[in-house]
């Protein structure tokens, strides 16, 4: 079987949401045979030096969990967010875990999914989007990874008190997926099975992309009471509430 979550926004101010997590890693992610973890696993990352932090062991304990897993003989795939998209090379080799490419395909005997974190398709948050559009080149990425690590801490600390005041003067629509957008990249997909994370409205939609029913299954956000993952067993999709 095959277990996908996402949005867990893991942080140390939130010790619930990492107890669910460490149980889910050392229980009910045991019996998978892949865990995709489709972004925001972190509640910010502000670069993979933060395993090596003497102050804040919080990253490194969350990585040596799932490390385990992989070691354990689970195949786990990490997919960048929003919110932790500089998660690099030395986090893969520190837990075991492939960086996976936004979107993904998977191809399973049985059907065809495609795997985004889901933020590249809210178009209508154009000012989101520009920052996407910035944050994402390589230039960018290395410059602000050259900054100590200090500095970097605050600046995405900084980034998150900026977007939570833009978000409360953003129409609810905005903060979810474009219609169009995704009928466009469900057509350029092969009307595969779409799984994303990102938007927290957890449902299943049924779009007809040219004539074509395609699923689009929304994962949940976790918090500190509650987690939930989505199982494939091999035929169909089930969703698993987690405490
Ligand atoms: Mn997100």
Redesign the pocket.
Known sequence: MILFIS?LHLAPQAPGVSRIFLDFLGGRARAAEQLFIL??LFEAWPGDDCLDDPDDSFAAMIVDALHDLAAAGVQLSVMH???DFLLGEAFAARSGARLLPDPCVLSLPAWQFVLS???ALCTDDHEYQAFRARVRQADWQSAFLARPLAERKEAVRALRRQSEAAKRDKASFVMDVNPGATDDFLRAYGYASLIH??THRPARHDHLVDGIHVERWVLSDWNDEQGECLCWDGETLIREHLR
Do not use: A, E, F
């Open positions: 949005d972004g925001d967010g929003n919110r974190h889901g933020d994370g990102h």
